[in-house]
């Protein structure tokens, strides 16, 4: 080996030991950067979970508070309940209310055989249910009747009724306490052309109502005489006749609510 041959061999050695050290100098630098940004990123992420989790808490919080407040709430209205005494009929005051109950009948049963009626009924004013806005529905239901032989009965089917499906016939009954439906009313009562053409589906020809009042005067129902055809009324007798009834099974009806507040 010569010299020249020497010192290129010990060059060319050289410059691949430079090129190893700068390779290896770059992989170093990049694993570091490597592990800082792992190291950032891990940390990172600890942080985020941990405000996740303080947001998380802090939801949790505010979720309870709201939960407890309807709880309160609630428990209110359950304590108001139980202060209160429950209604608890005794066999002498159901006894009493059967005794009322036929007492209107029998007056129904007078009603319709004095103006020759096919159908009377009671018909009274309660409470309905509420919409989402909270508004009241008020409703009525037909409670008692009395029908001539032949004649289906219909109160049963007259439950839980709107009142505003029937505000003509309720308005007029409230304002003026009486109010007839027939082919001739509508001529002055216009309002009442459907409740005289429900009162065609149902096989009704007319239909008389009279107000019944509570110990205040407020009118909590009526009651009705309806005919299946064409029929000669004195009309003067027959509202003279429903005043009388009305009057009487008011009467009737004041006697339970007084027995109810005693």
């Known amino acids: 080996m010569t010299v020249f041959e020497l010192v290129r061999l010990i060059a060319d050695n050289s410059f691949m030991v430079v090129c190893a050290a700068i390779i290896l100098w770059v992989f170093l630098r990049n694993e570091k950067r490597r592990t800082i940004k792992e190291d950032l990123a891990e940390k990172q992420k600890i942080k985020?979970?941990?405000?996740?989790?303080?947001?998380?808490?802090?939801?949790?919080?505010?979720?309870?508070k709201q939960y407890n407040v309807v709880l309160d709430k609630l428990f209110a209205k359950f304590d108001a309940c139980a202060n209160k005494n429950p209604e608890i009929h005794t066999p002498q005051e159901d006894e009493f209310q059967e005794k009322v109950n036929d007492s209107i009948d029998e007056v129904l049963r007078k009603l319709r055989s004095s103006i020759d009626a096919d159908r009377c009924m009671l018909v009274r004013y309660h409470n309905g249910s509420y919409d989402l806005a909270g508004n009241p529905a008020n409703k009525m239901s037909a409670t008692n009747e009395a029908i001539r032989d032949g004649l289906a009965p219909f109160a049963p089917n007259f439950q839980n009724q709107f009142r505003s499906v029937f505000a003509p016939w309720c308005t007029l009954i409230r304002e003026q306490g009486y109010i007839g439906v027939s082919d001739t009313s509508i001529d002055v009562i216009p309002e009442l052309v459907p409740l005289r053409e429900y009162s065609k589906i149902r096989g009704m020809h007319n239909a008389f109502g009279q107000a019944v009042y509570d110990k205040n005067q407020y009118v909590i129902g009526y009651i009705t005489a309806e005919n299946v055809d064409l029929k000669t009324h004195s009309m003067e007798q027959v509202e003279s006749c429903m005043k009388d009834k009305a009057l009487k099974i008011s009467a009737l009806l004041v006697l339970k609510q007084n027995l109810k507040e005693g």
């Open 48 to 64: 985020d979970e941990e405000t996740a989790k303080e947001e998380r808490k802090r939801e949790n919080e505010i979720r309870d």
